[in-house]
């Protein structure tokens, strides 16, 4: 399996890091971390971060890599991640990619597309003439260098036709063609994409077990340890993190800031299940709410057999 990439993926809470560690028993891999949490230091109660004893009995990337005063990006992790990848293959290992944030998982398998910086001069030039000759002006000049991209663009949506003609004029190329041309590494590589599910019910309560954990865990006291330091704005939105900040604020009680964590962890869930529903390549497994984490990984091992 030395060149395959192996997936899994899922919405928050429901067993990804279980059966991952059970199922890189099974298999010669390295587990490449695809959590957009996860990647800061210090950050572990409400990351649910894998125990330290599970992380030095597999090799693990992209956790702990960057400080929450940092701001982190989409095109950083692929940056990363790509690299992490291509090194576990060069061992003839397997990468084994687990998280549940789509955008990271879409980004590895079907590419980025890097557009060049903004512009500001030329975006004020293409804005002062929208202004004087109208929105359609700018339309029309657009279908002239790049028909395809025009076409997925509403003539009225002046934003979007500036975009587009500044990347022309700074790319030398059309917008359309650039995304074609990103590269990602399903082009390279066989990948299978496995993805866990279980009952709403069932799942909404193991995220309730997981946030009273959490909790439990001092999730309050490691919040409370971060406001030490300066955080960056993607640390202090992350879930968990930012409900805990309205409490330590004043803003509520402890227990209107735990039903907050529940409600708005369930609400991410939903997103997750949305975003990898979309994806036809996701080989769905059903999860009963007893599962066997031991079985079922024996059971992702056979279909990769």
Not at 93 to 118: C, H, M, N, Q
Not at 260 to 285: C, G, M, P, S, Y
Request: aromatic residues 8%; glycine residues 8%; positive net charge.
């Amino acid at each position: 399996m030395a060149n395959r990439l192996v997936f899994l993926v899922g919405p928050t809470a429901i067993g990804k890091t279980g059966i991952s560690f059970e199922l890189a028993k099974l298999i010669e891999c390295e587990i490449v971390s695809c959590d957009s949490m996860q990647v800061y230091r210090r950050m572990n109660v409400g990351t649910s971060k894998p125990a330290r004893r599970l992380l030095n009995s597999i090799p693990h990337h992209l956790i702990d890599i960057i400080e929450p005063s940092e701001e982190f990006s989409v095109a950083q992790f692929r940056g990363l991640a790509v690299k992490a990848i291509e090194e576990i293959i060069s061992r003839r290992r397997t990468p084994l990619l687990v998280g549940g944030s789509g955008l990271y998982v879409k980004v590895l398998i079907d590419g980025i597309f890097e557009a060049p910086e903004t512009d500001r001069e030329l975006r004020r030039c293409l804005e002062e003439e929208a202004a004087e000759f109208g929105v359609g002006a700018l339309y029309r000049r657009l279908q002239e260098t790049d028909k395809e991209g025009a076409a997925k663009i509403h003539p009225n949506d002046l934003r979007r036709i500036i975009r587009a003609l500044e990347v022309y004029q700074k790319a030398k190329a059309p917008i359309s063609q650039l995304r074609k041309n990103t590269a990602g590494l399903g082009d390279k590589y066989e990948v299978r994409i496995f993805g866990l599910n279980m009952e709403r019910p069932a799942l909404y309560g193991k995220i309730d077990e997981r946030v009273e954990l959490m909790f439990a865990e001092g999730l309050v006291n490691e919040t409370r340890g971060l406001l030490e330091g300066k955080l960056s704005l993607t640390a202090s939105q992350a879930l968990g993190y930012k409900e805990v900040l309205g409490y330590l604020n004043g803003e509520y009680d402890l227990e209107e800031a735990k039903r907050l964590v529940k409600r708005n962890t369930r609400h991410f869930a939903k997103r997750q299940l949305t975003w990898f529903r979309r994806d036809k390549r996701v080989e769905w497994i059903m999860l009963d709410e007893d599962f066997d984490t031991e079985e079922t990984a024996r059971g992702l091992w056979k279909k990769l057999s």
